[in-house]
C-alpha cells in the first residue's frame, strides 16, 4: 500500500457522531494507536458511546482476545466533546459518521473546511450520499471522499473508499492506507453510484427475501435459516437489517430510489410498515425480532 505524505501526518483523527458505527470507528482507530476525538452535537450521546466502548473491550479482554493494559491504553487515546471547532482544530483525518440527512452534512463539512488543518482529509462513513454531494461546501473539494464502514465496525473488515470525479489521487492513498493501517480491508470504488459495492450486493439480497417474505413463500424465520445454513452466511437478511437498523434500511432504499426514480426500488411495503411504526430493530427492542 502506498504511503503519502498525508498519512505519515496522522496523529489524531476526529470521529463526527457518537452513534452506534461513530463510536466504534473512534475505537478502531484508539486501537490502531491513534489519537481519537469522538464528537456529536449531543451530549446525551457522548456518556452512553463511551460506556458501550468500554464494555466491548473488557468482554475482548474477557475473551483473552486484548491485554488489559492495551484496551486501557486505546481507551485512553479516546475523547469525546461536543465542540466541533475545538476537535476539528488539531485533526488529521476526519470521518464523519453523522445522521444521514445532506444539509446537516454540508453544514458539518462546511466548519470541517473552517477549522480543520489545510492538511486533513475530510471523510464522510455515508453509505447513501456520494462525497460529491458535501465536497461542494468546502474549500477542498480535492481532499474529501467517501470512507463508508460497515456494521459492527469494529469487526467488519471492509471499508469501501469512494472517490469523486475532485477527489486527488493522494487523498484516496490517504483513505486507503489508513484503512489499511486501522487493520480493514479497504475497497477502492472509482465512482459514485448508489449503493456503492457491498450495499448493492446487499441489496439485491433484502429485495429477493422481502419478495419471498411478502409473497407467503416463506417465513422471515426460514428465510434467515436458509441463508444461514444453505449459503453460510453469518446472519440472515432480516436478522442483519435488525442489526444495521430498519430506519438506516429503509432511507438507502429511499435514497436509492430518488436516485433512480424507479418505483421498484421504493422501500419495501413491510419494511416500511416497521419503519413508520418507530420498529427500527435491535436499538428500538424490536424490529423483525424482538429484543427483550
Ligand atoms: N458491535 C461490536 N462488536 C460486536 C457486535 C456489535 N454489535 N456484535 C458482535 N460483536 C463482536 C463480538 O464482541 C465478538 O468479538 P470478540 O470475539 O472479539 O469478542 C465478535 O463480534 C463475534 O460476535 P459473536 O460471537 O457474539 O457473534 P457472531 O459470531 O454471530 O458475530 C456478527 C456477530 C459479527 C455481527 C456476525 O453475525 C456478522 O458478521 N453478521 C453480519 C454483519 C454484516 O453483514 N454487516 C454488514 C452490514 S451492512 C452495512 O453495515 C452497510 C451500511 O451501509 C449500513
Same mark, same amino acid.
Given at each position: 500500500?502506498?504511503?503519502?505524505?498525508?498519512?505519515?501526518? *496522522?496523529?489524531?483523527?476526529?470521529?463526527?457522531?457518537?452513534?452506534? +458505527?461513530?463510536?466504534?470507528?473512534?475505537?478502531?482507530?484508539?486501537?490502531?494507536?491513534?489519537?481519537?476525538?469522538?464528537?456529536?452535537?449531543?451530549?446525551?450521546?457522548?456518556?452512553?458511546?463511551?460506556?458501550?466502548?468500554?464494555?466491548?473491550?473488557?468482554?475482548? #479482554?474477557?475473551?483473552?482476545?486484548?491485554?488489559?493494559?492495551?484496551?486501557?491504553?486505546?481507551? $485512553?487515546?479516546?475523547?469525546?466533546?461536543?465542540?466541533?471547532?475545538?476537535?476539528?482544530?488539531?485533526?488529521?483525518? #476526519?470521518?464523519?459518521?453523522?445522521?444521514?440527512?445532506?444539509? *446537516?452534512?454540508?453544514?458539518?463539512?462546511?466548519?470541517?473546511?473552517?477549522?480543520?488543518?489545510?492538511?486533513?482529509?475530510?471523510?464522510? $462513513?455515508?453509505?447513501?450520499?456520494?462525497?460529491?454531494?458535501?465536497?461542494?461546501?468546502?474549500?477542498?473539494?480535492?481532499? #474529501?471522499?467517501?470512507?463508508?464502514?460497515? $456494521?459492527?465496525?469494529?469487526?467488519?473488515?471492509?471499508?469501501?473508499?469512494?472517490?469523486?470525479?475532485? /477527489?486527488?489521487?493522494?487523498?484516496?492513498?490517504?483513505? +486507503?492506507?489508513?484503512?489499511?493501517?486501522?487493520?480493514?480491508?479497504?475497497?477502492?470504488? $472509482?465512482?459514485? *453510484?448508489?449503493?456503492?459495492?457491498?450495499?448493492?450486493?446487499?441489496?439485491?439480497?433484502?429485495?429477493?427475501?422481502?419478495?419471498?417474505?411478502?409473497?407467503?413463500?416463506?417465513?422471515?424465520?426460514?428465510?434467515?435459516?436458509?441463508?444461514? /445454513?444453505?449459503?453460510?452466511?453469518?446472519?440472515?437478511?432480516?436478522?442483519?437489517?435488525?442489526?444495521?437498523?430498519?430506519?438506516?434500511?429503509?432511507?438507502?432504499?429511499?435514497?436509492?430510489?430518488?436516485?433512480?426514480?424507479?418505483?421498484?426500488?421504493?422501500?419495501?411495503?413491510?419494511?416500511?410498515?416497521?419503519?413508520?411504526?418507530?420498529?427500527?430493530?435491535?436499538?428500538?427492542?424490536?424490529?423483525?425480532?424482538?429484543?427483550?
Amino acid at each position: 500500500m502506498e504511503t503519502t505524505p498525508d498519512l505519515q501526518k *496522522i496523529r489524531h483523527i476526529l470521529v463526527v457522531g457518537a452513534g452506534a +458505527m461513530g463510536s466504534q470507528i473512534g475505537l478502531v482507530g484508539a486501537l490502531a494507536g491513534y489519537q481519537v476525538t469522538v464528537q456529536d452535537i449531543s451530549e446525551k450521546m457522548l456518556a452512553p458511546a463511551s460506556e458501550e466502548l468500554s464494555l466491548r473491550l473488557d468482554r475482548s #479482554v474477557a475473551k483473552g482476545r486484548l491485554e488489559r493494559d492495551a484496551a486501557d491504553a486505546a481507551m $485512553n487515546r479516546m475523547s469525546f466533546t461536543t465542540s466541533l471547532r475545538d476537535a476539528a482544530s488539531t485533526a488529521d483525518f #476526519v470521518i464523519e459518521a453523522a445522521v444521514e440527512k445532506l444539509e *446537516i452534512k454540508r453544514e458539518i463539512f462546511r466548519e470541517l473546511d473552517e477549522y480543520a488543518p489545510a492538511h486533513a482529509v475530510l471523510a464522510t $462513513n455515508s453509505s447513501t450520499l456520494g462525497s460529491s454531494k458535501v465536497a461542494d461546501a468546502t474549500g477542498r473539494p480535492d481532499r #474529501v471522499c467517501n470512507m463508508h464502514f460497515f $456494521n459492527p465496525a469494529l469487526v467488519m473488515k471492509c471499508v469501501e473508499v469512494v472517490r469523486h470525479e475532485s /477527489t486527488s489521487q493522494q487523498t484516496v492513498e490517504t483513505a +486507503m492506507g489508513l484503512a489499511a493501517r486501522l487493520g480493514k480491508a479497504p475497497i477502492l470504488i $472509482n465512482r459514485e *453510484i448508489p449503493g456503492f459495492v457491498a450495499n448493492r450486493l446487499l441489496g439485491a439480497l433484502r429485495t429477493e427475501a422481502l419478495k419471498l417474505y411478502d409473497g407467503g413463500i416463506a417465513s422471515f424465520e426460514d428465510i434467515d435459516t436458509a441463508a444461514k /445454513t444453505a449459503l453460510n452466511h453469518p446472519m440472515g437478511p432480516f436478522e442483519l437489517m435488525d442489526l444495521v437498523g430498519l430506519d438506516v434500511a429503509y432511507l438507502i432504499r429511499q435514497a436509492h430510489h430518488q436516485e433512480t426514480g424507479d418505483p421498484a426500488d421504493l422501500p419495501h411495503p413491510a419494511l416500511a410498515e416497521l419503519y413508520e411504526a418507530g420498529h427500527y430493530g435491535r436499538k428500538t427492542g424490536k424490529g423483525w425480532y424482538e429484543y427483550p
